[in-house]
Structures are given as C-alpha cells and as structure tokens.
C-alpha cells in the first residue's frame, strides 16, 4: 500500500486501485481529527459516542481530502443488503443530513459520489471495474464473510452494470488479521465452509476468506491488493474494537472522479 498525507489528513491507498486516474480513493488512518478519547482522533462515525460536532469536523476533514463530489453514508448493519447508487438525487444524503440507508456495500456508476464505509476491525473491500467505470465498497465483517456479500456484490456488478469480474480490481483494507482473529465460539458462529480457514490457536484468516470470495466470483488474484494491516496490532494508526471496546470508526473511501448525476436503490 501507498501511506500519504493531504491537507492534514494522513491516509493508504492500495497501489493497483491508485494507478487508475479515474478513481479517486482513501483508507483514513484514525489521526489528524477533532474526536477526544476514546474516540481519538479522525472518528466518522455517529452514535457510538463521540460529539456530533466532532463527526462534522472529522467528516469535513474526509471531504476535503477526497476533493470534488459528495460523501455517502449507510448505516451498517452487518447484512447483505447492497446499495446501488443511480440516477435521482431525491433520495441521496450527504455527510451533513447522516445515514440515509441501511446496506453493508454501496456500489455506483455517477461520479462525483464518494462512498464511504466506516470500520473498526472489520474489512472495507474496495473495487473498481474500469471498462463499465463502476465503483463499490464493500463492509465485511465475519457475518458478511458467511452471507458472503463480497460475492454477492461481484454478482451485482456483473449483472446490474455489465461488468467483467475479471476486469474488476479489488483492495482489501485494514482489518482484523490472522493473528488476531481469536473466535472462542467458532463451533456456534463459523459454519463448517469456513473451518479450514481457521489454526490450532482458534484464530480465523478472513483476509484469505476475502480472496477465495472474490477468485470464486471471477476476480484474478492478480487483481487483489490486501493491505495485511491489522488494526489490533496497530491501533496507532486504526481503531480497532477487539483491542479498545470503546472506539471511533476510520473510514474508507472510493468514488469516481467524472461528473455525473445520482440517488439510491437498495436491493436485498
């Protein structure tokens, strides 16, 4: 990955998604912002906590960073709904107005919409398909890995928009790592599909999860970046739930970068 900084905001990118120009596309660390502890610093996220004053700012922060458009909030609930961002504006929210859709991944063909996912150990997967121009963003947690909504979303793309999975480049963000994946629990949560994925110590690969998703749903492995951050073992730079309980959320965030017009749809 890519670590920058801009306008005060320090920020990756995955390296395949950044060599195209007509993205544009951020993974905010958790520094530069105006949250207090526990929240500190750059938290997007509200109703966990933190002063809604304080999310504006941090979320002004966001925009500024990511430059022209809007940015594009749901509310996440660990599903498998997907939001697909149209051509009305009707229904669009912005960061002012807050959460204005409950869905687990966005995706868009309208430029000028940044969608943002907000996390705290779990996985923002970021794609691109650059023949049909098409953006999504994707949270997965472990219940997303099991409802397979990275899949899901690879489907949507090729069946809503026409696009080629093998066409689509994929990052997987800053998440909760092999290392750290403890599920005591794992004969009640993890179904037996995912049993392999899992060591002697009951810690769970679901950044390989992620990868064997999206090879099962057309995407070359050669079109795959995962960060291989994890945010227990660098709350420095990420919140992370599993290490800290009380916490903010950083954000990650693509969009296109030609104009256009937009509004929502979600479809379970």
């Not at 998604?17 to 949250?35: D, E, P, Q, V, Y």
């Not at 009951?202 to 970046?225: M, R, T, Y």
């Amino acid at each position: 990955m890519i670590f920058a900084t801009q306008d005060g905001a320090s920020f990756y990118q995955f390296e395949n998604l950044a060599a195209c120009g007509a993205i544009n596309h951020r993974i905010f660390t958790r520094n530069s912002g105006f949250s207090r502890r526990p929240f500190k610093s750059l938290n997007v996220t509200h109703g966990i906590g933190d002063a809604k004053e304080n999310v504006a700012a941090n979320r002004d922060i966001i925009s500024r960073s990511m430059g022209a458009g809007e940015l594009v909030f749901a509310q996440q609930v660990h599903g498998r709904n997907i939001a697909v961002v149209t051509g009305n504006n009707e229904a669009q929210f912005n960061a002012a107005s807050g959460q204005s859709f409950t869905a687990d991944a966005m995706v868009t063909d309208i430029a000028e919409k940044n969608l943002v996912i907000q996390v705290a150990d779990c996985q923002a997967v970021l794609m691109y398909e650059p023949t049909r121009h098409v953006v999504a963003n994707v949270h997965c947690g472990w219940r997303g890995s099991i409802q397979n909504i990275i899949g899901r979303t690879v489907d949507l793309l090729k069946h809503h928009f026409g696009c080629n999975p093998g066409n689509i480049l994929a990052g997987i963000g800053p998440s909760l790592g092999p290392c750290c994946a403890e599920f005591v629990n794992y004969k009640i949560e993890i179904p037996m599909a995912f049993r392999h994925y899992k060591d002697s110590k009951d810690h769970f690969d679901f950044w390989s999860i992620s990868c064997d998703q999206l090879k099962a749903a057309g995407v070359p492995e050669k079109n795959i970046e995962s960060s291989q951050i994890c945010t227990h073992c660098r709350t420095d730079e990420f919140f992370s739930y599993r290490a800290e309980k009380t916490t903010g959320r950083f954000a990650a965030v693509i969009g296109l970068t030609k104009a256009s017009g937009g509004s929502i749809a979600v479809r379970s």
